[in-house]
C-alpha cells in the first residue's frame, strides 16, 4: 500500500519558534507537495518539488521554506512561526513527470501557533 | 480568474439514496480533473478522475461526470452509506507539464442521515 507519513499529528508552538514538519513517502515518487488547510478556503499549494534539492513555490509561500535533500523526504520549515500559521498541514506525493497522476496524502499535522 | 468551487457547501442524504455532488470550474484550458474525499481525521484520498476529452467515467458506486459547455463537475455516490460521511473536493489541472500545480475546490461536507 502506498503511504504518506508526516511526523506530528498535532503540533503546538509558540510564535517565533522555528518549526519543523517532516514528511515521508515510501512510493519512490518524484513530486512532493505541502499544502495547508484552513476552513472556508480548501488546500492551498505552498511549495512542491518534482526532484531531489528542487522546489517550487506555490501560490503561498511566504513565511514558509522548504528542503528536499533526498527523494522520500519533504521538509516545510517555518523560519519564526506567526498565529496566522496555525493550520492544517497536508503533505502529498505524487509519481512521474506528468500532472496526470493521482496526489497520495499523509493524514496531516495540525499546527498550533500561540 | 482561475478557480474551482462548489455550489453547495454541506449536502444532507437519506441512507440508500444517491448523492450528487456539483463542482464549477472556470477555467476552460482545465484538461484533468480529480474528486478527492475526505473523513474526519484524515488526509483526502483520490476517489475518481477524468480528462477533458471524456464527459462520463464510472468507478464502484460513483460515476463522474464532465460538462464541458458549462464547465461543470459533478460527482455521483449511488446508493449512499454511511461511511461515505466526509468531505468531497474537486480539483483541477491544467496542462501536462510535470511542475502544473491541481487547484483544489473548497469542498462539500456529505451528511448522510439514516
Known amino acids: 500500500d502506498v503511504k504518506v507519513t508526516q511526523s506530528s499529528r498535532y503540533l503546538v508552538k509558540r510564535t517565533g519558534e522555528k518549526v519543523f514538519l517532516e514528511c515521508v513517502q515510501d512510493?519512490?515518487?518524484?513530486?512532493m507537495f505541502w499544502y495547508r488547510q484552513d476552513p472556508g478556503l480548501g488546500l492551498r499549494l505552498i511549495y512542491f518539488s518534482y526532484d531531489v534539492k528542487m522546489k517550487e513555490k506555490g501560490d503561498i509561500p511566504e513565511g514558509y521554506s522548504v528542503s528536499r535533500e533526498k527523494k522520500e523526504r519533504f521538509s516545510l520549515i517555518l523560519e519564526s512561526a506567526s498565529t496566522n500559521q496555525t493550520s492544517m498541514y497536508l503533505c502529498?506525493?505524487?509519481?512521474?513527470?506528468?500532472?496526470?497522476?493521482?496526489?497520495?496524502f499523509g493524514p496531516g499535522t495540525r499546527l498550533t501557533v500561540l | 480568474g482561475e478557480s474551482v468551487g462548489l455550489h453547495l457547501p454541506t449536502l444532507s442524504v437519506q441512507e440508500g439514496d444517491n448523492s450528487i455532488i456539483n463542482c464549477a470550474y472556470s477555467n476552460s484550458a482545465s484538461d484533468y480533473f480529480i474528486w478527492y474525499k475526505q473523513e474526519s481525521g484524515k488526509g483526502p484520498q483520490f476517489i475518481i478522475d477524468i480528462r477533458s476529452n471524456m464527459d462520463k467515467r464510472q468507478g464502484q458506486r460513483v460515476t463522474v461526470l464532465l460538462n464541458k459547455t458549462v464547465k461543470h463537475l459533478s460527482l455521483q455516490i449511488a446508493a449512499t452509506q454511511p461511511g461515505d460521511s466526509a468531505v468531497y473536493f474537486c480539483a483541477e489541472n491544467i496542462g501536462v507539464n510535470r511542475d502544473d500545480k491541481i487547484i483544489f475546490g473548497k469542498g462539500t461536507r456529505l451528511h448522510i442521515l439514516p
Open positions: 502529498a506525493s505524487s509519481r512521474g513527470t506528468s500532472a496526470y497522476n493521482e496526489q497520495f
Open positions: 512510493m519512490d515518487h518524484e513530486n
